[in-house]
Every structure is written in structure tokens, then in C-alpha cells.
């Protein structure tokens, strides 16, 4: 293998590693993004919880008043009933008072229902609060994780980024042009060898007097199909 070829593999290395770091430091605001989905998830199942308790608790109060308001009508009548001599008219305000107390008894049966589902209501939330506070210090974990992953690609980011520029000045002047633009467009990966007479990037046959050339080990030798520089494996 020619001195050529082996400074463009080590640089390719390097331009590789750079690719995958960029590419990890890319996807981890997305793996954040993720995991705070997932907070929001049993966020919102706590605010559900809380808001059919309170909207349950608005009920009770209703339930409450309209009771109270109708013991005071049952009250009033009753006084109605203690002044009036006309029989008649006891009678009738004896029917509106016992309308109001089936009222008072269907309200109180009302009552205990809605009692009943609020304490339901109560261990619902109970359980959301707990799910909530376990997916929030996993998600707090991952959060930490990913922020500890980042400061490290970041740094190591920097000292690879110094061996490329070092290994880039060292690679043979002639051949860098054409490297860089095989590395933009061949994903990454500009220098193949040949493998069983085949190029190593496409995978397509090579024809013969290339694979003379790559067996002399001579320097910037292509691909006829993909372009990407070719070498051969000792």
C-alpha cells in the first residue's frame, strides 16, 4: 500500500469519526425531545385527574346548596303552614313540602354518588402523581445521560477535528481535491479497496487493466462505476 493511500485512510478515519459524531450530537436533541414526550404524557393524566376531581368537587357544592336552598323553602312553607286556617291551603303547601323533601332525598342520594367518586377520583390521581414522579426521575436520568453524551462527542469533537487537520496537511496535495468531494458525495467514504476484483464501495466488477493498475500500487486509481479511489488490501 502506497504512503498516498494510507494518509487518505487515516484521514478518512478521521472525516468517518467526525461524520459520526455529527451525526450523534444531531440526534440528541431529538432523544430529549423524547423523553420529555414522555413527561408530558402522565403530565396531562395528572391535570385530567385533578380536573375531574375539582370539576367533581363543583358538583358536591352544588349538590350542597341546592339541598340548603330547598330545607330553607321547606322551612318557609312549614311557617305558612303554622299561620293559615284554610284547610285547603295547608294541604297544599303539606304536597310542596313533601315534593321538596323527594328532592332533598334525591339530591342527598346524589350526594353520596358523587362522594363516592370522589374518592375514586382521589386514588386515580394518587396513581398519576406516582407514575408521574417515576417517569419524571427517569426522564431526569436520560436528560442527564444525554447531556453528559453531548459534553463528551463535544470534546472529543475537538481533538479529532486537530488530528484531521494535522492528518489532512500530511496527505498527498495532489489527491486531496478529488477526496474531498468523493468523501461529500459517496457518503463518507471516498477510498475503497478492491475486493476479489470488484471495487469495495459499489461493489461493481472492475475491468482489467484498472485492477492492473490498483495490483501496482499506483496512486489515484478510480472506480470506472462510482468514482471512489481504489487500493489493494496486503
Known sequence: MSPAIQALLLLQDRDRRLRGMAEDLEKIPKDEARAKDRLAGDTAAVKKCRDDLMAN???IKKVELDVGTRRTTIARLKTQQFETRK???YQALGHEVTR???DIDSLETKELELMERADALRGEL???EAALAKTKQRVDEDLNQLAERRKRVEAELVEVRAERERLAAAAPEAQ???YERLLKTKNGIAVVPSIAGKCGGCHIKLVASTMVK???GLDGVQCESCGRLLYTEE
Open 57 to 59: 368537587e363543583v358538583e
Open 87 to 89: 284547610n285547603d291551603e
Open 100 to 102: 321538596y323533601e323527594k
Open 126 to 128: 394518587a396513581t398519576a
Open 176 to 178: 486531496l481535491p478529488l
Open 214 to 216: 490498483v495490483n501496482q
